[in-house]
């Protein structure tokens, strides 16, 4: 059984803990999953249709087709949303939140950095006040803003998911060049050895992979409207004669109003594999280049991230990977993590989800005794008037159905 003792040894002295766990649809081996579409590359052709991210890769001596199930980033935030529902069940994890509650917005209650896309430095909580005072100018904000690897107590302290997730304070001084810390864990998703068609393209002469799954789709409107029926758009609204739209009315099918039936399709997507393979690694060469203020605050402190890596993953395990519409999975028995020597070789090591919470509970206990001043309560922030107010006006456009999509971030 892993102790602390343990698992300080092993971020002192290894080079990584890992875990290949396989996966299956929750419907069976050979069922069909959806994983995520993306947008087609630059040059292709207009009103591409959407597709799966394919990629060759060497498994057992043999080149085999992989279909991208869960990103990296994708699955930062899935681990991210494990704490956090922890966290709500008593859990205790350092970090911020902005306070909406009271401002009269639908559907925004609070913002934790466990939830923001920049995590710690993203605008949402650079845009907010701590006691009056705006954030980044706080005695917190301006230790953020300040932390680096050599020097990153400041961010262990009130955000520690933000070091083992990745950050960057992308808007600090000098042009971006602000504080950046590289993941220390990273996890994915993928499908293996996937059917498909190859075509090759005319015009490079390049292998485009085709998933030979289709996806139908279509729908009886229960009124019957037909297409025919003449329709007339505007920015007030509809109707179906001009006069009664207003200025700007423009003629539309039925179905650009949501009405009306849509025609059967089928599409090339949805696929099938012979197995997934959920990869985890958390990388304590990483770890090591973190620093919190030296001696045994330095080992205290990478073992705290540590057991939180652990944690993650295994509360991730426990509330199962649901991850979108038709893409549910269940873990093909369970494998064993793994300690990576700095040779290479890799001893098993096994952790439990209790296991893992005991972990962590003990790290935090020491990192306090090694004179670590971890947040243990949420640190609130409430939201500047004028973020209030962009989203409140965000909110009344999309209600009157004329504010467009929101825009679209990478984590």
Same mark, same amino acid.
């Given at each position: ?153 400041? !961010?262990?302290?009130? =955000?520690?998911?933000? $070091?083992? @997730? +990745? ?6 001084? %000098?042009?971006? /060049? ?103 690694? !958390?990388?304590?060469? =990483?770890?090591?280049? $973190?620093? @919190? +203020? ?6 205290? %402190?990478?073992? /705290? ?107």
């Amino acid at each position: 059984m892993l102790d602390i003792g343990d698992l300080a040894e092993i971020v002192a002295n290894d080079a990584a803990i890992r875990r290949r766990q396989r996966l299956q649809p929750v419907g069976g081996k050979g069922d069909k999953i959806f994983p995520p579409t993306y947008p087609p590359p630059d040059g292709a052709s207009r009103n591409p249709p959407p597709r799966h991210v394919y990629e060759k890769r060497k498994i057992d001596g043999r080149e085999v087709w992989c279909v991208l199930v869960d990103s990296v980033a994708s699955q930062a935030n899935r681990l991210e949303e494990a704490l956090s529902a922890a966290i709500d069940e008593g859990l205790v994890v350092p970090h911020l939140y902005v306070d909406f509650a009271g401002k009269g917005l639908t559907g925004v209650d609070r913002i934790s950095s466990l939830r923001a896309p920049h995590r710690v430095y993203d605008a949402i909580l650079r845009d907010s006040l701590l006691d009056g005072q705006p954030f980044m100018r706080s005695a917190i904000g301006q230790r953020l803003a300040a932390a680096a690897p050599h020097d990153a107590a400041a !961010l262990l302290e009130v =955000a520690p998911t933000a $070091l083992l @997730f +990745g950050c960057w304070h992308s808007t600090g001084e %000098g042009g971006g /060049l602000g504080a950046k810390f590289a993941r220390c864990l990273v996890s994915e998703i993928m499908a293996i050895d996937v059917p498909v068609e190859e075509i090759v393209n005319g015009r490079t002469g390049e292998v485009e992979p085709r998933t030979l799954g289709r996806r139908v789709s279509s729908r009886i409107d229960p009124l019957g409207i037909l297409r025919s029926v003449e329709v007339y758009k505007s920015p007030e609204g509809w109707d179906v004669t001009p006069d009664k739209v207003g200025r700007g009315a423009k003629k539309v099918r039925p179905s650009e109003i949501n009405h009306g039936n849509i025609a059967p399709s089928v599409q090339p997507l949805g696929i099938t594999c012979d197995y997934l393979e959920h990869t985890f690694v !958390l990388s304590c060469a =990483a770890l090591r280049r $973190l620093r @919190f +203020g030296g001696g045994a605050r330095d080992d205290a %402190g990478r073992t /705290l991230l540590a057991a939180l890596g652990l944690l993650a993953v295994a509360e991730q395990d426990a509330r199962g990977y649901a991850l979108r519409s038709r893409c549910d999975l269940v873990c093909e028995g369970a494998a064993p993590f793994e300690v990576v020597k700095p040779d290479g070789r890799s001893e098993p090591i096994a952790v439990t989800r209790e296991q893992a919470r005991r972990l962590y509970e003990e790290a935090f206990a020491g990192a306090k005794e090694a004179g670590l001043a971890l947040a243990e309560a949420p640190i609130r922030l409430e939201p500047q008037d004028k973020l209030v107010a962009i989203v409140k006006k965000s909110q009344e456009l999309a209600l009157a159905g004329s504010g467009g999509e929101a825009e679209a971030e990478e984590d």
